[in-house]
């Protein structure tokens, strides 16, 4: 599924519950032209920013790092957390490409810090 | 970030240095007479279990999910010490239901030095309590939140926090490589002293801790400045304190027996400590000097004495120092 498939998908299936999910008015939220938002939707464009594709996430209830994913983009703070040591993420990645998720969330699992 | 393995939690900064990198440990051990006498160092009994808090959400009030962090057992009255190991350098602020245990001031993220609200590890190895006056500490004392006996009331009128709060910063790159790699350029082992006060290996939910008996302990003050500490790479750690008994109820796990008291221990015939080292030490806290301890605040009320209370006589005090470090106490 194309980005801009998944985007309408799940924006159609939020409108059939709720009309304010329209293109209009969720173009609107986002701060896009209706126009531009069908042709995402359709493909006929790029995938948008990294900011619009987080508003769009946020506004959908999506995940960013699935939709920024889906639209061939790495967000800013992953590229700078590469950049630092490139070499070691470049390896680190690769090694894990296949990798079963529960061995993924044991290598990431740290301490949450919550509000407080 | 802040890795739990084997009940330790390990605080790292690879983006700092890769060398930056310590670890918190909480220490069962003996509650001391809180009846004013000055006592040496109790023994480390074994590490206190630690668990996520997102292991057990479903178990665990909402508070406690949304501070995030850990959980350990504690009985009431029961006492800890809080472990600190690594070589780096690394400044930890602890605080007790978000005072801080060494100025008594109200929690914040960020460092102070007017006064120190901080210990730096590893010149520090352990803290046990409350900093009460110039070389001496309160122990910390697990009493439940709300009846008043907790720092955290006595000094804010509110049982809202309860738990343990950390935050570590590591040395500024720079600075560790100036004080500690001068000139280096093959990684080589910087030999400095790693303290292990070692031991054994291995009602209400929410507790707070409370001040207990008096110990002598010093803490250190900073000697490299407040400005040697990257304050941009710090991580923080809420440590839920929870009743023993509904431990098991939310893990499952049976929670440690309850700790020797101080007069069976001294029966045994085992060792107390005395750690000295010739750093400066920190004044105390003019607030958490005055706070009431355990003992007295049962007597204020009217509840009666503090069970095993009795003062003790310990015979062996063993002298730990840098090069000296264990404070074994098998029991």
């Given at each position: ?22 293109v ?34 946020e ?49 990431a ?8 | ?46 590490r ?54 060494v ?46 006996f ?24 720079d ?108 004044a ?24 095993d ?5 310990p ?17």
């Open positions: 599924m194309t980005f801009g498939e998944y985007i309408r998908e799940h924006r159609e299936a939020l409108k059939s519950v709720d009309r304010r999910f329209s209009r008015q969720v173009a609107q939220r986002i701060g896009v032209e209706p126009a531009y938002l069908s042709k995402i939707e359709r493909g006929d464009v790029a995938p948008p920013s990294e900011a619009k594709i987080r508003a769009l996430a506004e959908l209830g999506q995940d960013p790092d699935v939709l920024l994913a889906m639209a061939g983009k790495v967000s800013k703070d992953l590229q700078e957390i590469i950049r630092k040591r490139p070499q070691l993420f470049a390896d680190l990645i690769r090694q894990l490409k296949s990798a079963p998720d529960h061995a993924l969330l044991r290598i699992r740290d301490v949450r810090d919550g509000d407080w | 970030m802040i890795e739990l393995m084997n009940n330790q939690l390990t605080f790292r900064f690879p983006e700092v240095h890769k060398k930056a990198a310590c670890s918190i440990d909480f220490q069962r051990t003996l509650r001391i007479p809180d009846d004013n006498r000055e006592y040496p160092l109790p023994p480390g009994l074994g206190f279990p630690v668990e996520h808090v997102d292991d057990f959400a479903n178990k665990l009030p909402d508070t406690w999910r949304t501070h995030g962090g850990v959980f350990i057992p504690m009985y009431q009255s029961e006492a800890l010490w809080i472990n600190f190991s690594g070589d780096y350098p690394c400044a930890i602020k602890i605080a007790a239901g978000k005072i801080n245990a100025s008594g001031e109200p929690w914040v993220n960020r460092l102070s030095d007017s006064p120190q609200d901080y210990a730096v590890i590893p010149e520090q190895p352990w803290l046990d309590g409350f900093n009460v006056s110039e070389d001496f500490i309160r122990q910390f004392v697990a009493m439940p939140l709300g009846e008043g907790t720092a955290e009331e006595q000094i804010t009128g509110k049982a809202e926090h309860g738990g343990l709060q950390i935050i570590a910063y590591p040395m500024k790159h600075v560790y490589v100036e004080h500690f790699e001068p000139n280096v350029i093959i990684e080589k082992y910087i030999d400095m002293p790693m303290f292990c006060r070692e031991t054994c290996n291995y009602e209400a939910l929410d507790m707070g801790l409370a001040p207990g008996g008096l110990m002598r302990q010093e803490i250190y003050e900073d000697e490299y400045g407040m400005d040697a500490w990257d304050q941009d790479n710090g991580f923080r750690c809420f440590v839920h304190l929870a009743n023993s008994e509904q431990y098991q109820m939310i893990t499952g796990h049976r929670p440690p027996h309850k700790p020797a008291t101080a007069k069976d221990y001294i029966e045994a015939g085992l060792p107390w400590f005395d750690y000295y080292d010739d750093s400066k030490a920190l105390g806290s003019d607030t958490l000097g005055k706070l009431t301890s355990v003992a007295a605040k049962v007597i204020e009320k009217g509840k009666g004495l503090l069970p209370n009795e003062p003790v006589h015979k062996t005090v063993k002298i730990i120092s840098k090069g000296n470090v264990v404070r074994d106490g098998k029991f």
